[in-house]
């Protein structure tokens, strides 16, 4: 049982590339999220999805996209990095009911735009 | 303002010594109450849940909701330097956690 899992965990990228990252859970959770983490600003929630084939965006959704194809798998997209997206990538997954929403969160991915 | 506010730290205090961490909320409709620890490159995990106002306690940790004051903390006894990690608090909204932006915590051996 493996949790959430996260690809890649390190990446460096220049201005204008394009990447994706991969997020997976076993525990067949229906909602599940992806973060940003930066020094002082705590986790901004990016796009989140409430199950398969739907997303929403987040508090700061602008130059990312999100795909949610299969209920074990989110994928976050960047299609033209800028270095303010420079930092800490996280992705969640949660069993949410009306008295509960633990969330598991994966080990997180690095990104640097230079 | 921000729906939750949590001071930032770092807070540094001796091993043994008793630990407050809080915060503080603006949405009144808030019902349930977490706290996640956060090792140094590592994601988030829960530590403790709430419901309402009262406290829980789990081993040397104790969760405290004041709703009239809008105000939550996090108690720990006893501290030592294994507690050493950034502590976020979260409050339920409709399809998302509110997070505050989570206090670094030192415990000096």
């Known amino acids: 049982n493996a949790g959430v899992t996260q690809t890649p965990k390190f990446r460096v990228l220049k201005t204008g590339q394009s990447m994706t990252l991969l997020c997976a859970q076993d525990m067949n959770h229906e909602y599940m999220y992806w973060y940003r983490q930066d020094p002082g600003m705590g986790l901004r929630l990016i796009h989140y999805?409430?199950?398969?084939?739907?997303?929403a965006k987040g508090e700061v959704p602008d130059g990312y996209n999100v795909s949610r194809l299969k209920k074990q798998n989110f994928l976050l997209g960047l299609e033209s990095a800028a270095p303010s997206q420079t930092s800490v990538y996280f992705c969640?997954?949660?069993?949410?009911?009306?008295?509960?929403?633990?969330?598991?969160f994966g080990p997180g991915t690095r990104l640097t735009v230079l | 303002q921000k729906e939750v506010e949590q001071d930032p730290g770092p807070l540094s205090v001796p091993e043994g010594a008793i630990v407050s961490l809080n915060c503080t909320y603006s949405n009144s409709a808030f019902q349930y109450f977490m706290w996640y620890r956060q090792y140094s490159r590592k994601g988030p995990e829960l530590l403790m849940y709430?419901?309402s106002s009262g406290n829980k306690e789990d081993g040397r940790f104790t969760a405290q909701v004041d709703k009239s004051s809008k105000y939550i903390s996090l108690f720990i006894r006893d501290s030592q330097p294994s507690d050493s990690a950034t502590y976020l608090c979260?409050?339920?909204?409709?399809?998302?956690?509110?997070w505050g932006a989570g206090t670094k915590l030192i415990i000096k051996p």
């Open positions: 709430t419901y």
């Open positions: 969640a997954s949660s069993y949410r009911t009306s008295s509960t929403d633990t969330q598991y």
């Open positions: 979260a409050m339920r909204g409709n399809y998302q956690l509110i």
């Open positions: 999805s409430v199950g398969e084939g739907t997303t």
